[in-house]
Every structure is written in structure tokens, then in C-alpha cells.
Nanobody, 126 residues
Framework: QVQLVESGGGLVQAGDSLRLSCAAS????????MGWFRQAPGKEREFVAA????????IYADPVKGRFTISRDHAKNTLYLQMNSLKPEDTAVYYCAAKQARGSDYYTAVRAYESWGQGTQVTVSS
């Protein structure tokens, strides 16, 4: 499995931006499809964005479409989530996840992923 460590969370105001990072170590990062998920207090973990191993295909959850951008830097073994125009409802712990995959598919289900980071808190005040 790959080890994942998120960073970049914090307390911001509505309308601000944040960039989350997820540093991967262990097995070859580039053989993994990656995703971002979030979990608010009292709610289930939900899909935010995902990116494929081949071709960098991306998909986003409707609530973040047009505001968030997922990307990956293979040379740095790092996954990113650029979050713009943040809203109070974006407040949650954000997790990155990895799934062994060598194709051009992305994955949106929590159960599809084998490795998870510890999470980073994002709090958006109104």
C-alpha cells in the first residue's frame, strides 16, 4: 500500500481559497488512481473529486464542480485539491485516497479505495 499525508487545511472565510496537498510514499504513486473525499460532523464520508492514473481524467461532485480542481504531480508524488470560492458547507475533514489502477478510469466510491490519509480540517466561516 501507499502511505498518504494530507496538509493545507485551515480556517478561512467564505469566498476564500485553499490548496490541499497529499504527499504519497511507499509504492509507486503513479500506479494509483487518486481521490479526495470529505466528512462533516455527523455525516458520512462523501466523494469530492477523483483523477485517473492514465491521462489525468477528472470527475467532481456536483457541489464542488466549477470551484474545486484536482491535479497530481507525478514527479513530486503529490496530489492537490485547489478549492476556490469556499462556502461554509465545505467545512469538513478532507481525506485523500489511493486505489491501485493502471488505466484511465477514476473512482468515486469510498469502498473502491485501499489507502487513506489521516485527513486535514477545513473550516469555512460565514
Amino acid at each position: 500500500q501507499v502511505q498518504l499525508v494530507e496538509s493545507g487545511g485551515g480556517l478561512v472565510q467564505a469566498g476564500d481559497s485553499l490548496r490541499l496537498s497529499c504527499a504519497a510514499s511507499g509504492r509507486i504513486f503513479s500506479s494509483y488512481a487518486m481521490g479526495w473525499f470529505r466528512q462533516a460532523p455527523g455525516k458520512e464520508r462523501e466523494f469530492v473529486a477523483a483523477i485517473s492514473y492514465i491521462g489525468g481524467r477528472t470527475i467532481y461532485a456536483d457541489p464542488v464542480k466549477g470551484r474545486f480542481t484536482i491535479s497530481r504531480d507525478h514527479a513530486k508524488n503529490t496530489l492537490y485539491l485547489q478549492m476556490n470560492s469556499l462556502k461554509p458547507e465545505d467545512t469538513a475533514v478532507y481525506y485523500c485516497a489511493a486505489k491501485q489502477a493502471r488505466g484511465s478510469d477514476y473512482y468515486t466510491a469510498v469502498r473502491a479505495y485501499e489507502s487513506w490519509g489521516q485527513g486535514t480540517q477545513v473550516t469555512v466561516s460565514s
